[in-house]
């Protein structure tokens, strides 16, 4: 079983920058493949990004690559999340993921859920 919470969230103008992390905790957090999800006001959950096991392989999606960069520390058990050059619509709860093994981008392939933390991006 593998518990994880999500802080860092808040309220940030445009174009400022937040960093999110997610903190493990249960065995072999280094057995695990990272993703990192948002659900935004009224819309369905969708993939921001996903980090392998060893922190070697990241995925983004296209509306965040080259603005937000994902990264671990297998010794701390913990994901994170850097967000630059933040807009209205990355507005959304943002939530990290834990699979086994394999990275993927599909949300009903990972076992275990944070509670989110909200971002706020103010225009």
């Known amino acids: 079983q593998v518990q994880l919470v999500e802080s860092g969230g808040g309220l940030v103008q445009a174009g400022g920058s937040l960093r999110l992390s997610c903190a493990a905790s249960?065995?072999?957090?280094?057995?695990?493949?990272m993703g990192w999800f948002r659900q935004g006001p009224g819309k369905e959950r969708e993939w921001v990004g996903s980090?392998?096991?060893?922190?070697?392989?990241?995925y983004y999606a296209d509306s965040v690559k080259g603005r937000f960069t994902i990264s671990r520390d297998n010794a701390r058990d913990t994901v994170y999340l850097q967000m630059n050059s933040l807009q209205p619509e990355d507005t959304a709860v943002y939530y990290c993921?834990?699979?086994?093994?394999?990275?993927?981008?599909?949300?009903?392939?990972?076992?275990?859920w944070g509670q989110g933390t909200q971002v706020t991006v103010s225009s």
């Open positions: 249960g065995p072999t957090f280094s057995s695990y493949a």
């Open positions: 980090i392998s096991m060893g922190g070697r392989n990241t």
């Open positions: 993921a834990a699979r086994k093994v394999v990275v993927s981008f599909r949300m009903n392939e990972y076992d275990y």
